[in-house]
C-alpha cells in the first residue's frame, strides 16, 4: 500500500505544480485564458495515448506468454485510458464553444476519430464485463487491444493527413509554435499526468489482484476488471 | 475453439471496418473546406445554391454590417470572396481572423449562415498585458 501512497503523493505533487504553471502562464492573444485549458486537454489525450499502447502492449505480451499480469494491464490501461479520453474531449468541447464558436463538428476528422476510438475502448470494456471465461475474455480482449491501437496514430496524424478544424500540432521535432512559458507549462502538466498514470494503474492492478483473490479466478488471465458494482436497496 | 475463433475474426473485422468506414469517409471529403482560390478555380462544380465551406482569413477593412447581415473579404492571400453572414459570429469573429463559413454561391457572392473561427496551432503572448478578447 505505502508503494501506492508514495505513487499518489509524486503525482498530486507534480499535479499541483502543473496547475500552478498552467495559471500562471501568459494567456493567449487572440484565445485570452481559454488558451490554459490546453494544460488538461493535451496531458489528458497524451496521458489516452500511452495508455491504449501498454494495453497493446499488454495484450501482445498475455497472447505470447498467458500470465495474468499482463491481462490485468492491458485491461486497467483501457480504465485508465477512456476515463482521461473523455476528459481530453470534454476540455476540449469547452475550448471550441470559446474559440471556435461551436464544441463539435462530425465532420472533423480529429475530432471523428478520437470519438470513434472512445467508444472502441468503451466496447473494449463491455467486451470484457460480458465474457465470464477468463481465458476467453483474456484472449478476445487481447486481440481487441491489439487491433484497436492502430487508432491511436490514426487519430494523431489526422490533423496532417486531413484538412481539419482542430489545428495540427504545436509541439514538433522541429520547434514548436508557442511561447516558451506556456510550452513548459504545457509539458509539466503531460510529465504530471503521466506520473499520475502510473499511480492509477498501480492502484487499479492492485484491486484487480485483490478481487481475483476473493473470487479465485483462474491463473492464466486476470480479472474482468469491471467498473465497481453499486449494491444498493436492490441485491441485483 | 472454432467457435471463438470466428468470434475474434468477427470482431477484429468489425472494428477494422469502423476504421476503414471513418478513414474513407474522411476522404472523400477531402475537400472538407476549400480555401478561396480553389473556391474561385472549381466554381463550375458549385452552381448557385449548393453547400461548401470557405475558409481564409478576414480581410482588414472589409467588415461591414447592412441590417442583419454581415459582409466582409475573406482572401488566402491568393483569391478574395466576397462573404455575405446571415447569421451570428462566434465571439471571436474579428477582422483578421480565420474564419470558416458555410453556406453557398449566390450570384458571385458566398452567402454564408454559419461561421466558426479556424484557430491554428499558433499562440502568442499579448505584448502589453492586454490581449484581443479581454474585452469580448
Keep these: 500500500?505505502?508503494?501506492?501512497?508514495?505513487?499518489?503523493?509524486?503525482?498530486?505533487?507534480?499535479?499541483?505544480?502543473?496547475?500552478?504553471?498552467a495559471l500562471t502562464a501568459p494567456p493567449d492573444n487572440l484565445q485570452g485564458e481559454y488558451s490554459r485549458l490546453i494544460?488538461?486537454?493535451?496531458?489528458?489525450?497524451?496521458?489516452?495515448f500511452l495508455a491504449f499502447g501498454v494495453t497493446a502492449f499488454g495484450s501482445v505480451m498475455w497472447l505470447i506468454?498467458?500470465?495474468?499480469?499482463?491481462?490485468?494491464?492491458?485491461?486497467?490501461?483501457?480504465?485508465?485510458?477512456?476515463?482521461?479520453?473523455?476528459?481530453?474531449?470534454?476540455t476540449g468541447m469547452i475550448w471550441g464553444q470559446a474559440v471556435w464558436g461551436t464544441p463539435w463538428d462530425w465532420g472533423d476528422p480529429r475530432l471523428a476519430s478520437t470519438a470513434v476510438m472512445f467508444f472502441v475502448y468503451l466496447g473494449y470494456m463491455a467486451l470484457r464485463a460480458?465474457?465470464?471465461d477468463p481465458i476467453s475474455r483474456a484472449r478476445r480482449s487481447a486481440i481487441l487491444g491489439v487491433v484497436a491501437v492502430v487508432q491511436v496514430p490514426l487519430v494523431y496524424f489526422s490533423v496532417n493527413l486531413f484538412r481539419t478544424i482542430h489545428q495540427t500540432q504545436s509541439v514538433r521535432p522541429d520547434g514548436s509554435t508557442m511561447p516558451n512559458e506556456m510550452l513548459v507549462a504545457m509539458l509539466v502538466n503531460v510529465f504530471a499526468f503521466t506520473v499520475l498514470y502510473v499511480a492509477l494503474m498501480a492502484a487499479r492492478i492492485d484491486l484487480a489482484i485483490a478481487e481475483e483473490a476473493a473470487h479465485g479466478e483462474e491463473a492464466l488471465a486476470g480479472g474482468a476488471v469491471k467498473p465497481p458494482k453499486i449494491t444498493g436497496i436492490r441485491d441485483v | 475453439m472454432a467457435h471463438r475463433g470466428f468470434i475474434l475474426f468477427g470482431l477484429g473485422g468489425v472494428i477494422a471496418l469502423v476504421i476503414a468506414i471513418t478513414v474513407t469517409g474522411i476522404s472523400n471529403n477531402l475537400t472538407y473546406y476549400l480555401y478561396p482560390t480553389e473556391a474561385v478555380d472549381q466554381k463550375a462544380d458549385f452552381p448557385d445554391g449548393e453547400r461548401f465551406r470557405l475558409a481564409g482569413l478576414v480581410v482588414e477593412g472589409s467588415l461591414t454590417e447592412t441590417g442583419d447581415a454581415l459582409n466582409f473579404d475573406v482572401t488566402d492571400g491568393g483569391a478574395t470572396v466576397a462573404v455575405v453572414l446571415t447569421n451570428t459570429p462566434p465571439p471571436?469573429?474579428?477582422?483578421?481572423?480565420?474564419?470558416?463559413?458555410?453556406?453557398?454561391?449566390?450570384?458571385?457572392?458566398?452567402?454564408?449562415?454559419?461561421?466558426i473561427i479556424r484557430h491554428d496551432e499558433n499562440y502568442s503572448v499579448p505584448e502589453d498585458g492586454n490581449y484581443e478578447g479581454a474585452d469580448d
Design chain 1, 39 to 48: 494544460n488538461i486537454h493535451v496531458p489528458s489525450l497524451w496521458l489516452a
Design chain 1, 65 to 90: 506468454r498467458k500470465r495474468p499480469r499482463w491481462d490485468r494491464l492491458a485491461a486497467s490501461s483501457v480504465e485508465v485510458g477512456v476515463l482521461f479520453t473523455g476528459i481530453g474531449l470534454i
Design chain 1, 130 to 132: 460480458a465474457i465470464d
Design chain 2, 92 to 115: 471571436l469573429f474579428d477582422e483578421n481572423a480565420p474564419v470558416l463559413v458555410e453556406g453557398a454561391w449566390d450570384d458571385g457572392i458566398f452567402r454564408a449562415d454559419s461561421a
Design chain 1, 1 to 21: 500500500m505505502t508503494r501506492i501512497r508514495v505513487l499518489f503523493g509524486l503525482a498530486g505533487l507534480s499535479m499541483a505544480v502543473g496547475l500552478w504553471m
